[in-house]
Every structure is written in structure tokens, then in C-alpha cells.
């Protein structure tokens, strides 16, 4: 098989899983927004991607289906991190200091760092799509063909993640306002608690 083919099903594949809205795109988006450590935050997400995708092309997404104890614990470790997230944004949205037009993501470097692992490491949704779904279709490939796929859904996450933190700043004028600063920070704190329940229901 051609190589660019399964590099070009790699890259569709994990664009389409990727796009769904979700906890790690709204904070990256944040991030973004608020002009905050962006580009780590960007790479802190695009390379636990990289890992991710990588175990899930060798074939270990299918150990961690078959590993009930191991799935359960993932899901509720995410589910605890999704609803102390969610709590912390409902929170911050009635802080004025913390709405301004600079904005502030995740503070520190090192706050941003931390919680960028933890929206990639500790989300379940990010095994089920870059582990078992991309590992899944990566099985019909072998040799360079699973690596071209494997290089095309890695481009695929660098490219989304970049595109959407700094391309966030074209909003920035629509969030002069401290008002669109809290109606954000609520909506995303929502979305995570209403994942946090989505996990929950599921466990």
C-alpha cells in the first residue's frame, strides 16, 4: 500500500475523534484565550498525545479493554478530576479578578503543565479514542503502513491543538467583556461536571 494513504487515514481518523468538544479542547481553548502559557499547555497535550496514539498503534489498547480493574480505576480518577476542574471554573467565574481581558488559564507554569496531564492522563475519553478506537483501525495496517498511520494521527493532534489555542485569539475581542469571561467559565465548568456524570453513569 501506498504510504501517504494510511498517513492521510491516520490524520482523518484521530481529526474526527479529536474535534469533539471535551474537557481537554476547552482547556486548551482557554488557555488560549486568556494568552496564558499557551504554547505549554499545547505541548503538554499534543505530546501525551503522541505516547497515547503511539501505545494504542502497537496494540496495547486492547489491554486496557480487557482489564476491567484497570478501565474502572482510569474512569474514576478522571471522573474526580473532571468534577474538582469543573468546581474550580464554576468558582472562578464569580471572581472578578480572575476575568479580565489578559485573562488567567491555569496561573503557573507549572499549574498549566499539570493540568494539561491531567486532562490527557486522566480522561478516560482520550484512552477510549487514541488507545482502543485509533489502535483499533491501526490494526489493519502493518510494518511502515501502521507507522504512517501512527505519523499521520499524531500531525493530526499537534495541527488541532495549535489551531485552536492560537487561533482562540481571534475571540479575544468578543471577550473585552468580563461578562463573556464568566459565561465561559460556567459553561465549561458544566461540560465538566455533566462528563464527570456521563463517567459516573457509565462505571
Known sequence: MMLWLPFLKGFVTCASLIAAIGAQNSFVLRQGMARK???????????????????????????????????????????????????????????AESVQMTGRGSGTFRETVIASLGFSLL?????????????????????????GFAGGAILAS?????MIAYGARLLLPVFRRREAWVVMDIGIGLLMWWLALGLLLRS
Open 158 to 162: 499537534f495541527c488541532w491543538f495549535f
Open 37 to 95: 502559557n499557551v504554547f505549554a499547555a499545547v505541548m503538554t497535550c499534543s505530546i501525551c498525545d503522541l505516547v497515547l496514539i503511539s501505545v494504542g498503534v502497537v496494540g496495547l489498547g486492547s489491554l486496557i479493554s480487557a482489564t476491567p480493574l484497570l478501565k474502572q480505576s482510569i474512569t474514576i480518577c478522571g471522573m474526580l478530576f473532571l468534577f474538582w476542574f469543573g468546581l474550580r471554573a464554576i468558582l472562578r467565574a464569580f471572581r
Open 123 to 147: 480522561n478516560p475519553h482520550a484512552y477510549l479514542d487514541t488507545v482502543v478506537l485509533l489502535g483499533g483501525v491501526a490494526a489493519q495496517f502493518h510494518g511502515v503502513d501502521r507507522a
